[in-house]
C-alpha cells in the first residue's frame, strides 16, 4: 500500500496502519471485499447485473478507498433468481458451486479413523481445501511460501505501512475444516481429541515462526470461535485447547515488533477478554458484536467492524 501523508509534521502513514495502530486515520480504511450487488446498484444507478463493468468502474470512481476490482466485461450476470443451483447460498453476484464442509464431513469414514488421523504425518495439506492450503511440514517450507509475497531487497517492513500477513487457520479452524463442523463436535470431548489438537498446535508453531520472520508489522490471525449467538465451545474447552495457543503463537509475533489483530465472525462478546488478554491489539468482528462494552473495558484496544457488503436500506447517507 503506497504511504499517504498524515499532517504536515507527521510520518508517512497509511490511513490502514493509522486504523490498525488506533491512531485516527483521515479516512476510515475498508475491510474485508465487497459483495452485494443491489447496494451497489443502489448507490451507482446502474443495474450491476445489466452493466457489471460499468457499475463497478463507477463506484470505484466514487469510492476508491474500497479498492474494487472491475470485471473484465460487461457481459450480463445472472440474477441469483435465475440460476439453478441455489441450495448452497448466495456469494456476492452468484450462488455458490461448492461448500468446503460437504467436502470435510465425508473426508473420513469412521470416528475411528478422524481421532487416528495424524496432522503432522500427514504434514502437506496441498489440495485439502481448508482455505489456507499448502505444505506445514517444516517451518522453513512456510516461510519460503510467504517470503515470495514480499520484495526480495526488504529486510523489514517500511515506517507507516500497512505491510501485513494474515492466517485462516488460527487454531480453532484447523479440526473445523479437516474433520467438518458436525464432527469436530463430535470428537472435540474425545480424550484422544487432545493429541490431535497438540499436533495441530505444533503445526501452527511452524507457522508463526515464519511470521514472527516476514517483513511486516501486522499479523491478521482469524478463527471462527463464535457464532451470531455467541460461543461455539465452553470457556473450559477454550481456555484448554485455543487460549493458551494464542498466546504463545502471538507471542512469537510480539517479540519482534509485530502487532496482532485477530478476526472472528460473530458475536464475540463471551470471549473478547479473553482474545485481548492473550496479546492481540484489536478485534475484527461483525455487528451483533456489542462493541461499545469491550471498549469501556479495553480502552487501550481497537475494534475494526467487519465490513463485507450492506444493504439498499443502509445506503442512503453514503448516497448523500
Known amino acids: 500500500m503506497a504511504s499517504e501523508t498524515n499532517g ?126 499448502g505444505d506445514y511440514s517444516s517451518e522453513e517450507v512456510i516461510y519460503e ?59 501452527n508453531r511452524r507457522v508463526f515462526r515464519a511470521f514472527a520472520r516476514l517483513p511486516v508489522h501486522f499479523v491478521v490471525c482469524h478463527d471462527d470461535i463464535v457464532l451470531a449467538s455467541g460461543p461455539v465451545c465452553s470457556p473450559q474447552w477454550m481456555h484448554k485447547y485455543i487460549f493458551p495457543r494464542y498466546e504463545e503463537f502471538w507471542g512469537l509475533c510480539r517479540a519482534t515488533g509485530k502487532e496482532v489483530i485477530f478476526m472472528v465472525d460473530g458475536c464475540v462478546d463471551a470471549y473478547a477478554d479473553d482474545v485481548l488478554a492473550c496479546g492481540a491489539r484489536g478485534i475484527i468482528s461483525e455487528p451483533m458484536t456489542d462493541y461499545k462494552a469491550i471498549a469501556r473495558r479495553h480502552a487501550d484496544k481497537n475494534l475494526f467492524l467487519e465490513s463485507r457488503s450492506c444493504c439498499p436500506r443502509h445506503c442512503q447517507e453514503h448516497k448523500k
Open 8 to 133: 504536515d509534521d507527521g510520518p508517512q502513514c497509511s490511513d490502514r496502519y493509522m486504523a490498525f495502530m488506533g491512531l485516527a486515520p483521515r479516512r476510515i480504511p475498508h475491510w474485508e471485499h465487497w459483495s452485494c450487488p443491489d447496494a451497489e446498484t443502489y448507490l451507482i444507478g446502474i443495474d450491476y447485473y445489466e452493466h457489471p463493468k460499468q457499475c463497478r468502474e463507477r463506484l470505484r470512481e466514487l469510492y476508491p478507498q474500497l479498492n474494487l476490482a472491475i470485471p473484465k466485461t460487461d457481459e450480463p450476470k445472472l440474477r441469483p433468481e435465475e440460476q439453478p443451483d441455489k441450495g448452497k447460498g448466495r456469494w456476492g453476484d452468484s450462488n455458490r458451486d461448492y461448500w468446503q464442509q460437504e467436502e470435510a464431513a465425508q473426508r473420513f469414514k469412521s470416528v475411528e479413523e478422524m481421532l487416528a488421523f495424524r496432522p503432522l504425518a500427514q504434514g502437506d495439506f496441498t489440495g485439502w481445501h481448508v482455505v489456507v492450503d
Open 145 to 203: 511460501r510467504y517470503r515470495k509475497k514480499y520484495p526480495a531487497y526488504r529486510t523489514e517492513a517500511a515506517a507507516g505501512e500497512a505491510s501485513s500477513v494474515g492466517f485462516y487457520n488460527t487454531m480453532f479452524m484447523w479440526p473445523l475444516l479437516v474433520f467438518g463442523y458436525e464432527n469436530f463436535l463430535n470428537l472435540c470431548l474425545e480424550p484422544a481429541f487432545e493429541r490431535i489438537m497438540d499436533e495441530f498446535a505444533e503445526i
